[in-house]
């Protein structure tokens, strides 16, 4: 059960294709590309419709050979938890496969093995999603076993108690032994100073202690209906079966509640550059991060989250950028050095930097040399050279994910979650193609303010005051 | 009505007598002095009582004058507030004005002017209290309009609606045209990762606008039950008239909820040291200011509250103090300088200092300068001769603090919402006494580390990058 510490990007394809080489800032983000049928015409018909329940179905054929993925999205994450139980949506991921009425422990991930399927889940900020890679002729078996899982869980203390240390030992591995993970979770704390995002999707390690099985069946009762999940099907199908097997399956399932448009507090207008300095005994090599908070793919207006998803790969996406130019070949200030945006959020996202020195530099040389960088970009804006050449190397790593059918069945997924329709995401070729170099200048100009920034140091310990 | 934006330090007597010269921190914050009567034997017999529906009662006899100060107070302030409406106890405290189901909008006031009453009304983040300052013979009339709006209260949105806009002209006053607020807010927010502590009393302004008669009311009926207040009745007055007028008036109002344990979510520990800088064109002089996170009275082990009290009192209490002496008289470096501890919160609170540049030295030599002090502190500690000269003057200042009578039940009531009881005040001078320079150099070893802080610096506007 994977746990996504970050939230997936929704459109944005940098690390779909295995294209940046630069070390990534958040290193597990999965960032997704789209669809971009409309304008490369090689994309699948994709099809969505809804259950009398309320339940999404998103049909994406790909018969290029015998394999169907199979996923259930529900739209809950770890920023709609109730305040004080951080960690209960990861938490839950986890119990689902603890029985339910007619299945024993463990039950679910052995008859998908039985079957021969492969399967993971994960927890984001937005969403929680299940998926499995079968054969389609147990298509119909695998829609039964997750439709029971959406109504039918069963939780005792003895089975889930043990589960928590398992979540808290996964926390452990992933931050609490992770320096770079640690300052992570501080910058993201200090930049959101009221929106549940500063909040680690694992959840804070004390409040995790405390989790226990009212907490998951509260979150499970509230968000785990029909109404508020989207079930994504793709692979070697036919519409009409899997209209078919889900009518007979999670068409069955009850509404249980009505979750809503989902509110989150939300930022105030930021008013203070902040920085977090953290010292770890474990750091070999120190690192730099500045976080700015930009408005999301769902918070935007029209066309400022495309220009960022130029913005941040012109700058800073892999070894062609200015950044990573200016850094590491040309001046040597870093070993590393980029920029990225994660536009895939319901609320206010980040744009991020990152670098390190190298042997001769240090952090704050880097942060100079960044923000040099930052100033030009504000100063003299971006040529349409660039810009053009951006927006292909986007299409076509949007081109490239689209072999993959769980990568495409991911994007799809993540995006419905978060609010984008079937025509938003098909049309987000044609929506990078019109980015403007002016509108890079504008949100560049707009939101990369200091007081809109966390900076981060991470270096080896020295003696503290 | 005032708006405390600070909240209440238990114990801390600092500022009380009108001690302390140097410019502090917050500027409006009230800390308050305790009984000391144990010691210094000149404290009045308090008595404290609870009426049949769960209120609880206490009476502080003062016959100087025929004066009497009525207060009641919540045990609900910000930090209860839920998710996304940020303000509303403070908004609430501003509609209890605002008429009951007997009484006209205003008529509360024009009553209490009417028999020569003086009133306020305030809002931390741990309670909400009211008070009137009358004479003996109109305390049945006061208790009884108290009590009115107490369970009574009536809003519409035609009286509340104005009232936000108030509100909102506070909060311009207080904080959008305070750079130093501002700064104040987004450090607070810094520091706290995960309470609710790092949200301002008076609310976000964004949330304070979309704030409606439903949140009040709800707040109102969550909270405002006699089950969750204390009555403070100081003054000209017989225990035996208290309890019987007491008992007609707040003892007639039915229990309408039962808040029960109050839980918030706590902090993480902290793991990295995170620096908030503001420049804003309004700043004449930089400024420098420094948060701990530490216990509260609340939260301490056994007398590691106490001791802090001492420690901030002898490392930046006035012009006596090591940080005055060093930074201000001997190396000239600072105008001003100082530290505090704000003990009387019911979670985990702050340990602050301060500092301005003079003419000719920046915010960066100013915190140069304290670092050295606390380094100092660190390595060879505080002298038994610091210690007790601090004691004396801290329980000297209770002394003085005694002389007002509204202070006296500002005490009892604000140490009372906090779960402390009225042995723990009584026996406060004692456990002064009894904190030894080992136990400062203690407390100060164990939190003021960087990790556990927050550094701010407000400064002119430059161009920012």
Do not use: C
């Amino acid at each position: 059960m994977t746990l996504r510490r970050s939230r997936t990007a929704l459109f944005s394809l940098a690390l779909v294709a295995g294209f940046s080489v630069a070390p990534h800032y958040q290193s597990d983000h999965w960032s997704t590309a789209t669809a971009q049928a409309a304008e490369e015409k090689i994309g699948p018909k994709v099809t969505s419709f809804f259950l009398a329940n309320g339940m999404q179905v998103v049909v994406i054929p790909d018969h290029r050979a015998p394999v169907v993925t199979h996923m259930v999205w529900y739209r809950a994450g770890s920023a709609d938890e109730p305040p004080g139980k951080s960690g209960i949506a990861h938490y839950l991921e986890h119990l689902m496969f603890k029985g339910t009425k007619t299945t024993a422990n463990g039950e679910f991930s052995s008859r998908v093995a039985a079957i021969g399927g492969q399967e993971n889940a994960f927890t984001s900020t937005d969403y929680t999603g299940y998926f499995q890679r079968i054969t389609p002729d147990v298509l119909a078996e695998m829609m039964a076993l997750e439709a029971d899982r959406m109504e039918n869980l069963v939780l005792t203390d003895e089975l889930i108690i043990p589960e928590r240390d398992v979540v808290q030992e996964e926390r452990n591995a992933r931050t609490e032994n992770n320096p770079g993970s640690l300052l992570r979770e501080a910058m993201v704390a200090a930049l959101y100073q009221n929106h549940p995002y500063g909040i680690p999707i694992i959840g804070w390690q004390h409040e995790v202690n405390s989790l226990n099985k009212d907490d998951a069946i509260a979150f499970y009762d509230k968000f785990y209906t029909p109404n508020n999940a989207i079930l994504v099907v793709a692979g070697d199908v036919e519409l009409d079966v899997v209209k078919d097997l889900a009518e007979k399956t999670y068409g069955k399932v009850a509404r249980r509640a009505e979750p809503g448009k989902r509110m989150r507090p939300s930022e105030p207008p930021p008013r203070a550059a902040r920085r977090v300095e953290m010292e770890d005994a474990r750091v070999r090599t120190p690192s730099f991060q500045r976080l700015y908070l930009v408005p999301s793919y769902n918070t935007a207006e029209d066309g400022e989250a495309e220009a960022f998803e130029i913005l941040g790969e012109l700058l800073g996406g892999g070894s062609t950028s200015r950044l990573y130019k200016s850094l590491v070949i040309d001046q040597k200030i870093a070993t590393s050095g980029g920029s990225w945006y994660q536009g895939g959020s319901l609320d206010d996202t980040i744009f991020g930097f990152y670098g390190a020195p190298g042997q001769d530099t240090t952090l704050a040389d880097v942060e100079a040399a960044i923000d040099k960088e930052i100033a030009k970009l504000l100063a003299s804006g971006v040529t349409e050279k660039e810009v053009e050449r951006t927006k292909n190397r986007l299409i076509k790593q949007a081109v490239f994910s689209q072999d993959s059918q769980s990568t495409l069945a991911r994007i799809y997924g993540g995006s419905l979650s978060l609010g984008a329709t079937i025509e938003d995401i098909e049309s987000w070729p044609k929506r990078i193609r019109a980015v403007t170099p002016e509108a890079v200048n504008a949100v560049a100009r707009k939101y990369l303010k200091k007081k809109r920034s966390v900076t981060g140091y991470l270096s080896p310990e020295k003696k503290q005051g």
